[in-house]
């Protein structure tokens, strides 16, 4: 096809420093969340670390990223998305001096992805707040965690600011409706969080993440710093008006995070939601001030769609990135469930570029899949993902579609380019990768690499700027 995708497009992919890097108590590095989270959300968490969790190893990326980041390279990355580990650089988080190995380790890291022309897409906060600031704190329920951020985010900025030019300030920062604890820190068990409380730690982030488009923008007036959510459009089951308006509700708390992150203030429908749920947000001097410093561009992740309905017979769950929603029966789903939808990302990146009028960056996106480690006719181990292959290829011809449409898409990087543990359920076995990394759900492997044959695939669209992807609506 003739690529729409522009020359500056950012090709590249993704990862999280708490799923990959492993090296839990390496140079200094203090617990996060993750720690005590041996099967992700799927399983209550554990009161210290465990030897059944695979992050306290991950893929050892913390000891091998110099070959992973040739790799990368080898395909063409022009852009990678990680994620600095806070408990790297303030062990408890509220410390006042940092951690020189790990603010070192982060240097060396981007400096070997600038060696070959990746730019460091970094995202501040991942579903990684220092263990300690969740224990004594409570997260982002405490208002001093805006304080502790700002230490942490003015030390990255003054570090990396000649380095990293693409800046996240929370990762799916909606997500924390659906997982307190992962996604903020947040200790009281969630079905003993009150509404109040919940609302009250985002709207703590929400200045927090503001907060950090002002220090950026003054330490570093050439950066770029987005906003990243979890985006999950919601169909109505029905054309029933009563299905509609479940799905507009349900759009609507989700939106306001983005909506907040660019506009710079709440919007309206929320009060309703708000009045009705006894839901008070304390806003303390200066708070409006601040929230007023919008970000430069929305990042989003997507892999699902989902809809809802008003009629509770017609309630069958399916399963999807965090929040679940009702199944569509039009879809097709993953091994996990996730319902797959392609052109659901088209609609998305409308939406949100007719919403906001600001530059897009999809940052999340892929299959997770059971693959199969099998050696081919040169005698080299490798995956035969044509699956993998099928999915990005289809989910990247519904991106060419919204460019098409007049929507500025800064970049795509694929999730998990390099298999990883799996967030939500902290397995090896859900793979995501071009790259195959021998290890297994028990801990057992040798972690050597291998190229899968997406690898190759992704090369190559890279390398054409997307002319080599194929349209299915066009072999129909």
């Not at 003054?158 to 820190?185: D, H, Q």
């Not at 759900?441 to 669209?461: A, H």
Request: overall charge negative; some cysteine; glycine content about 8%.
């Amino acid at each position: 096809m003739t690529t729409p995708f522009p020359k500056a497009f950012l090709w590249g992919g993704a990862v999280a420093a708490n799923q990959l890097e492993g090296a839990y108590n390496q140079d200094g590095k203090g617990l996060s969340v993750q720690d005590v989270l041996p099967k992700g959300i799927s399983a209550p968490r554990t009161e210290e670390p465990t030897s059944d969790n695979l992050k306290l190893v991950g893929i050892d990326f913390y000891n091998r990223y110099k070959e992973d980041i040739k790799l990368f390279a080898e395909m063409g990355f022009k852009v990678f998305r990680t994620s600095i580990a806070w408990s790297r650089i303030f062990p408890q988080g509220d410390e006042l001096e940092p951690n020189e190995k790990g603010l070192q380790f982060y240097d060396d890291l981007f400096d070997e992805c600038l060696k070959y022309g990746i730019e460091p897409l970094v995202t501040i906060s991942h579903y990684e707040t220092p263990l300690h600031l969740s224990k004594t704190y409570n997260g982002w329920v405490n208002r001093q965690m805006i304080g502790f951020y700002e230490r942490y985010v003015r030390t990255l900025f003054a570090r990396y600011k000649g380095k990293v030019k693409y800046w996240l300030t929370f990762n799916e920062i909606n997500s924390i409706l659906e997982e307190p604890f992962m996604s903020g820190g947040i200790f009281t068990p969630k079905e003993q969080l009150s509404k109040q409380d919940l609302y009250q730690a985002i709207h703590h982030e929400l200045v927090a993440s503001a907060l950090a488009v002002k220090i950026g923008h003054e330490m570093m007036p050439e950066a770029k710093i987005g906003c990243m959510v979890l985006s999950m459009p919601t169909y109505p089951l029905t054309p029933n008006p009563d299905d509609v308006v479940k799905a507009m509700h349900a759009e609507q708390r989700n939106d306001l995070f983005a909506d907040v992150h660019a506009r710079g203030y709440y919007p309206k429908y929320i009060n309703r939601y708000f009045k009705e749920n006894n839901i008070s947000i304390q806003f303390e001097d200066g708070d409006a001030e601040i929230l007023k410093h919008t970000v430069d561009f929305i990042s989003f992740s997507y892999y699902v769609s989902i809809c809802e309905t008003a009629d509770p017979d017609k309630r069958n769950e399916g399963k999807g990135n965090l929040f679940a929603g009702v199944q569509n029966p039009y879809l097709k789903a993953s091994e996990w469930g996730w319902q797959i939808d392609p052109q659901g990302l088209r609609v998305t990146l409308n939406k949100y570029y007719d919403r906001y009028q600001k530059p897009l960056f999809i940052v999340e996106n892929g299959l997770g899949a059971i693959d199969e480690l099998v050696t081919d006719e040169q005698g080299n181990k490798t995956v035969i993902d044509d699956y993998r292959i099928q999915y990005l290829n289809d989910h990247l011809v519904e991106v060419g579609k919204a460019i098409e449409d007049g929507v500025e898409v800064m970049g795509f990087t694929s999730w998990g380019c390099i298999d990883l543990v799996s967030a939500s359920t902290a397995e090896m076995k859900k793979r995501y990768g071009f790259i195959y990394v021998d290890r297994n759900n028990d801990g057992t492997g040798s972690l050597e690499r291998y190229k899968k044959k997406s690898f190759d695939w992704y090369k190559e669209v890279i390398g054409t700027n997307g002319a080599s992807l194929t349209d299915p609506a066009a072999e129909k």
